[in-house]
């Protein structure tokens, strides 16, 4: 298939500005933004039409937010628009002294998300993802390299009582052990319910060795789970992702449908990312594959991300992103499957993407 390429609307708007956006990023300095780590960009964070947004900060984009509204080449689109404050907890330390700040972030308006180990396995110039610079930020000194349960369940508590923190997300790079980080993050699910009860908690890894790895994520009290694939398209991963290319699709779908056993429908969710070769029509199909077997696929644009392979590789284009976001988001709606109803994780914040305009 040929997406039509053709230009945005003199003054894009509802859907079509969103999903503009989220690939030509907009002017502004906002106070909760961040650079480096495992992507999708180098974002800043504002909310936008009444919802958490991550987006692309560029200075050359042609949206800026200007009194609160989003403006396309200084013309208004129709969306009310303005920053996240910097959260209360980011001026807090540890005992031991350790800045809050450095064991978890803000994402969107009411996410509180951490990486608890930065380091990867697949990290080498040989191995590592071209989109991800997650030990970008441990070696600037802006993380730390494992963060504790006990650390984690201490930020959240403030999180939520100061700032309305709503739900937590919690990645890990890959481990060599055969959990492959898993079990680790159990711990710090463990701590954070027991401190926070109730508090929705998403739990992100590859797919285990360890068969009994998934299903110590529900029982340690996580929500849902992400398991990122990135792409279904073997070559694409060979070229983007060697080193986690390296585990055959046949395990990803292994891995996702004990997911679904262990924590149910539309409580797992993938990235697919639009922009990296893959052929649109195969990315809907993978899509549709993977809602039959009740995976949320999150739909997000390549960003080039400072301090990855990809840093200088160009975004998709706008009329790509919004044909297969319009396609997926359709899937979903048919489904009845809504990023919103996960409770906790990337879907259910949706700021990295525009699905939840598509009825995702």
């Known amino acids: ?12 708007t509802g859907f079509e500005a969103r999903a503009a956006v989220a690939v030509l990023g907009v002017r502004v300095a906002p106070p909760v933004r961040r650079r480096g780590g495992a992507g999708p960009s180098d974002d800043g964070h504002l909310r936008l039409g009444g919802r958490g947004a991550a987006l692309p900060l560029d200075p050359t984009s042609p949206f800026e937010l200007v ?13 009310p628009a303005e920053t996240i404050a910097r ?29 608890v180990i930065q380091t990867c396995m697949r990290y080498g110039e040989e191995t590592r993802c071209r989109f991800c610079a997650i030990e970008e930020s441990l070696a600037s ?24 923190v709503t739900q937590v997300v919690l990645t890990t790079g890959t481990t060599t052990t055969p959990d492959r980080g898993a079990r680790y993050l159990a711990r710090c699910v463990a701590a954070i319910v027991a401190a926070v009860p109730g508090l929705p908690v998403q739990v992100q890894c590859e797919p ?39 585990v055959p699709l046949d395990a990803y779908w292994t891995a996702w449908d004990e997911a679904v056993r262990c924590f149910g429908r539309n409580k797992v969710s993938t990235y697919l990312l639009v922009g990296m070769g893959e052929d649109p029509d195969e990315l809907v199909a ?30 998709p284009s706008v009329a ?39 009825g995702g």
């Open 208 to 246: 285990p060795d360890d068969p009994d790895a998934i299903a110590a994520l529900a029982a340690a009290g996580a929500t849902a789970i992400g398991i990122h694939v990135e792409s279904l398209d073997d070559e694409v991963r060979g070229r983007w992702l060697p080193g986690k290319a390296t």
């Open 67 to 79: 009194d609160g509204r989003l403006l396309y080449h200084g013309v208004d689109v129709g969306l």
């Open 87 to 115: 959260p209360q907890f980011y001026d807090l330390q540890t005992a031991d002294g350790i800045a809050y700040e450095k064991l978890a972030r803000l994402h969107g308006d009411s996410v509180l998300a951490s990486t």
């Open 286 to 315: 993978g899509a549709q594959r993977l809602i039959e077997h009740g995976v949320y696929p999150f739909i997000v644009p390549f960003r080039p991300l400072s301090g990855t392979l990809a840093a200088h590789d160009p975004a």
């Open 320 to 358: 790509l992103v919004a044909d297969v976001t319009r396609r997926v988001g359709a899937a979903l709606t048919a489904a009845a499957m809504r990023g919103a109803d996960q409770g906790a994780g990337c879907a259910a914040c949706g700021a990295c993407s525009a699905l939840m305009e598509v």
């Open 141 to 164: 000194g802006a993380t730390t390299r494992v963060k504790t349960p006990a650390q984690l369940a201490e930020v959240a508590e403030a999180a939520v009582r100061l700032d309305g």
């Open 1 to 12: 298939m040929t997406v039509n390429q053709t230009a945005l609307s003199p003054v894009p």
